[in-house]
């Protein structure tokens, strides 16, 4: 079992920053792919980036693309979203994600995950 832990959500004025951690405990998630979902009232849950198990590999949704970077400290086992030029519209319950057997043509499918975290809520102000 893993359990994902998110933190460092919070209000944020547009165009600023923030950055979000997934702690992950239970086993090392160095062999998994992690990625960050986000979720609003009445939507469903919307793919934002993934990275690979060594961190080689990442795949950014295109309306986060060029201001959201997804990375992982596999020491600490720790994933990381930096958000930069935050939008209004990226307000949302932001998810981590952990996938044992992610293929690269399913890394935005939420089906490919096997564990969740609890969601951390990021709220942009205009």
């Known amino acids: 079992q893993v359990q994902l832990v998110e933190s460092g959500g919070g209000l944020v004025q547009a165009g600023g920053s923030l950055r979000l951690s997934c702690e992950a405990s239970g086993r090392t998630i160095s062999t998994f792919s992690m990625s960050w979902f986000r979720q609003t009232p009445g939507k469903e849950r919307a793919f934002v980036a993934a990275i690979s198990g060594g961190g080689g590999t990442t795949y950014v949704a295109s309306s986060v693309k060029n201001r959201f970077t997804i990375s992982r400290d596999n020491a600490r086992n720790t994933v990381y979203l930096q958000m930069n030029s935050l939008k209004v519209e990226d307000t949302a319950v932001y998810y981590c994600?952990?996938?044992?057997?992610?293929?690269?043509?399913?890394?935005?499918?939420?089906?490919?995950?096997?564990?969740w975290g609890q969601g951390t809520q990021v709220t942009v102000s205009s």
């Open positions: 994600a952990a996938g044992i057997r992610v293929r690269p043509s399913t890394a935005s499918t939420d089906r490919s995950y096997d564990y």
